[in-house]
Each structure stands twice: as structure tokens, then as C-alpha cells.
């Protein structure tokens, strides 16, 4: 298996920078873009659990767009082969003493480069 391709590594963090700009910016419509429309894709949130695109809009729809802001580090990028990656990094939201982790699953689907799988939690 080849881990991080130079040209795939690029691609992943590009769609993962895209996807994070769309967060803080509460660019709702890019968020939709960016996970697979499908009913086996999940979200783990800090208070919900989301199952199914559906219900990932749903929940992006409804979302405050106060205090989105946040500070990213410690960022993962790893893929495997040309369709399959992971992203991981820790946050913090401005103004807040709280660490916040985020994972997410990424495939290449035929539309470009889609989260499957997300987690979000937080740490005192």
C-alpha cells in the first residue's frame, strides 16, 4: 500500500482546508458539498450523533453561526492508496479553555474527495 502519495497527500489537504474555511465561515452549502450523500455516512458531534447525509444536513442547517471560530493544531493528514485517507487535529475555539478533537474519514468519491465518517469531542 502506498502511503502519502505526494499528489493525493495535496488533494486531501486541500479538500480538508476547504471543508475547515466552510466551518468557521458557516459556508453551509460547502459543508453539504463536502460529505458523502449517502445513508452510511456518519457524524459523531460534541452533543449529537448523525446518522445518514440527511440527517448531517439537517444538523448544519439548524447550527448557530456564532463562535465557529477556532485555532487548529497538531493536524494529521495520512492517506493509503489513491481513495482512502484520515484526517485528525486538535482545536481550540477562541476565547475557550477547552481542547476539541476531530477525526474524519475521507473517500474519493466520483465528485471529489468526501468526508464518510466524522468525530468531534471535547476535553476539559
Do not use: C
Not at 502506498?2 to 480538508?16: G, K, S
Amino acid at each position: 500500500m502506498q502511503i502519502n502519495l505526494p499528489d493525493v497527500l495535496a488533494e486531501v489537504t486541500a479538500a480538508f482546508e476547504r471543508y475547515e474555511a466552510a466551518l468557521v465561515d458557516n459556508d453551509v452549502t460547502t459543508l453539504h458539498e463536502m460529505f458523502l450523500k449517502s445513508s452510511h455516512t456518519i457524524r459523531y458531534g460534541v452533543a449529537e450523533n448523525l446518522y445518514g447525509y440527511d440527517a448531517i444536513a439537517a444538523f448544519r442547517d439548524a447550527r448557530s453561526p456564532v463562535n465557529l471560530d477556532r485555532i487548529l493544531r497538531n493536524t494529521v493528514i495520512t492517506t493509503y492508496g489513491q481513495d482512502f485517507a484520515t484526517a485528525n487535529t486538535e482545536f481550540q475555539r477562541k476565547g475557550s479553555g477547552l481542547i476539541g478533537r476531530q477525526s474524519q474519514t475521507w473517500v474519493k468519491a466520483p465528485e471529489g474527495w468526501r468526508i464518510t465518517s466524522a468525530h468531534v469531542s471535547l476535553m476539559a
